[in-house]
């Protein structure tokens, strides 16, 4: 079966544009998660979907992003007027549901560079 | 201070000997434990869980120590194929995962 996708696998913009990366996760997963990673780093949570609803939104850091889930599986993060600091691995999971024993399955990633 | 932390090595092993990661985490309230594996330039894949009873699943071990927030991997045997980065990952009482930078390994032949 097929595992998570995202798209693309990799995004350079310049600083000031906007970005939206997609996320398609495993069919029937209700929870999907957005993480950030930085080069030498471990992932860094972002938000939490369970179904349509944001059920965790804490780690987005600032407004300028934003992500949505509209009919409970494919998840879009957006980001507007991207800066320099925006660039990072962004990684996306699914699990069949949010409890703390349901190993959350990766996708690929989007290697986001702002120039 | 970091929430999980580990020593971001690299460890430069020969195979077939034996190596052991460890890692700390500053929430007691923390509730599930993980190590993870990413090779480079991939995604992060669960490796195994971590139980307070301590597990086994082949060459690897995995130790809990509630009382000292520790977490220990062994792995025994070490392969070629073992060389990768190893993160320990804390789920924490908001259900997020709180990762470790990661313990980068080396097998050398």
């Known amino acids: 079966g097929a595992g998570v996708s995202q798209t693309p696998s990799n995004k350079v913009t310049e600083k000031g544009k906007y970005v939206e990366l997609r996320c398609d996760p495993i069919s029937g997963h209700t929870a999907l998660y957005w993480y950030r990673q930085s080069l030498g780093q471990g992932p860094e949570f972002l938000i939490y979907?369970?179904?349509?609803?944001?059920?965790?939104d804490s780690g987005l850091p600032n407004d300028r992003f934003f992500a949505v889930r509209p009919e409970g599986s494919v998840s879009t993060l957006k980001i507007q007027r991207t800066e320099r600091g925006d660039s990072a691995v962004y990684l996306c999971?699914?699990?069949?549901?949010?409890?703390?024993?349901?190993?959350?399955?990766f996708g690929p990633g989007t290697r986001l560079t702002v120039l | 201070r970091k929430e999980v932390e580990q020593d971001p090595g690299p460890f430069n092993v020969p195979e077939g000997a034996t190596v052991a990661f460890n890692c700390t985490y500053s929430?007691?309230?923390?509730?599930?434990f993980f190590w993870y594996r990413q090779d480079c330039r991939k995604e992060p894949k669960l490796l195994m869980s971590v139980y307070s009873s301590g597990n086994e699943d082949g060459r690897f071990t995995a130790q809990l120590n509630r009382a000292s927030q520790y977490i220990s991997l062994l792995i025994r045997d070490s392969k070629l194929s073992d060389s990768a980065t190893y993160l320990c990952?804390?789920?924490?009482?908001?259900?997020?995962?709180?990762w470790g930078a990661g313990t980068k390994l080396i097998i050398k032949p």
């Open positions: 979907f369970q179904g349509t609803g944001a059920a965790d």
């Open positions: 999971a699914s699990s069949r549901g949010g409890g703390s024993l349901d190993e959350q399955f």
């Open positions: 929430n007691s309230a923390s509730q599930s």
């Open positions: 990952v804390v789920r924490d009482s908001n259900y997020q995962l709180i």
